[in-house]
């Protein structure tokens, strides 16, 4: 099968879903990567797997411009002899972000569509209704990461729920986070070290984080990912790293993070109890966690924890949260091999056989 999936971005070395498609590339070797950016990019380097046909897409119009409907218009007139045929090569295209919308035109009624519904886009974004809703119209199946994205994110935002929507949860790419490869890196560390992965952005519960730090002053606390904060959220983690006890590693290439992990004695979960969004988590970290045999401590938010078996810890509230930590501490007796292969039902050869599967029934 003729597989075109479309990613957004530059680097596709420590994109999220490389694992996955490079799986389903190993089981559909026709399948090609369309990277697509603006015209502002076009100079710069993409980081590639080689293995892989990569294609490229430089939009002319900028998105602050794209509320305007000729430029876009133009752009597609003059570009879709070219597009058109190239679109035409292939059976599926598998559209990732909402901002892709802007290639339809060059797809084909008698081509199949898949669409990836990984982010609720439309609460950073009202903007994104009118560019999402044209993907959702036209897909043949959409694959939702999370039950809330795939029924109460439609009902309300779109006041429909389509009928050809399959779950399709996060991964874990096993080849990189395989215990056995890391455990050499593993250090001996003075007291327990609890770990939040992912970067640190509006759904991070900042005020959670500060009250563990002051409750738990026996334990050290590492933050590994980018800062995506306003001025005010800039203020209070600077508040929380006023904590001797609080480490930010900022951002750590994908490759190399797993030699970090690996020396956590646990992970955890810290999304906003009441942001709306946290209604939509099902978060990679927490296969990552299992994989190299860590418990997590988390609030009830949209993943299936019964998958989690004993690596899961759930709190009710940010007290509760601390006794939590303190109950999945106190167990030192964990299966190993038990996480690995919990872990290994949620790996990207998984997903990208229920990808073939879903794709095949089209």
């Not at 892989?52 to 133009?74: A, M, T």
């Not at 006041?159 to 050499?184: C, M, Q």
């Not at 900022?250 to 009441?274: D, R, T």
């Not at 759930?314 to 030192?332: C, M, Q, R, T």
Request: aromatic residues 16%; contains cysteine; proline residues 4%.
């Amino acid at each position: 099968m003729r597989i075109l999936v479309v990613c957004s971005g530059l680097d596709f070395i420590n994109y999220t879903r490389k694992a996955t498609i490079e799986a389903i590339f190993n089981l559909n070797p026709e399948l090609e990567v369309l990277m697509f950016n603006s015209v502002l990019n076009i100079r710069k380097k993409k980081i590639i797997t080689p293995e892989i046909k990569f294609h490229f897409y430089h939009f002319w119009v900028l998105e602050r411009f794209r509320s305007y409907i000729f430029p876009g218009f133009l752009e597609r007139l003059i570009r879709a002899p070219k597009w058109k045929s190239f679109f035409k090569k292939f059976d599926l295209v598998f559209l990732i972000d909402p901002n892709q919308y802007y290639l339809l035109p060059y797809i084909s009624k008698n081509q199949k569509l898949m669409y990836l519904l990984r982010d609720p886009s439309v609460l950073q974004d009202v903007k994104n209704y009118s560019r999402e809703l044209p993907i959702i119209n036209r897909a043949n199946a959409i694959l939702s990461i999370s039950e809330n994205l795939g029924e109460y994110y439609f009902q309300k935002y779109y006041g429909f729920t389509p009928a050809n929507v399959h779950l399709w949860p996060n991964t874990v790419d096993l080849k990189l986070w395989d215990y056995s490869r890391w455990i050499e890196f593993k250090q001996k560390k003075a007291r327990p070290v609890i770990g939040l992965s992912g970067n640190i952005n509006y759904v991070i519960d900042i005020d959670l984080l500060i009250f563990l730090a002051e409750n738990l002053p026996d334990l050290d606390f590492e933050l590994a990912g980018k800062l995506e904060l306003n001025d005010e959220e800039k203020q209070l983690f600077e508040k929380l790293l006023l904590h001797k006890n609080v480490k930010h590693l900022g951002f750590i290439p994908y490759n190399e993070f797993p030699s970090v992990v690996i020396n956590w004695s646990l992970g955890i979960v810290a999304g906003k109890q009441e942001h709306e969004y946290a209604k939509y988590l099902n978060n990679n970290k927490q296969y990552q966690y299992l994989a190299l045999g860590k418990p997590f401590v988390t609030y009830r938010f949209n993943a299936d924890y019964s998958t989690f078996g004993e690596f899961v810890y759930i709190a009710e509230n940010k007290f509760d949260f601390v006794e939590k930590i303190k109950l999945a501490l106190s167990k030192s007796n964990y299966n190993i091999e038990s996480a690995i292969s919990l872990a290994a039902a949620q790996s990207s050869e998984i997903r990208a056989n229920q990808f073939l599967s879903i794709a095949k029934s089209l």
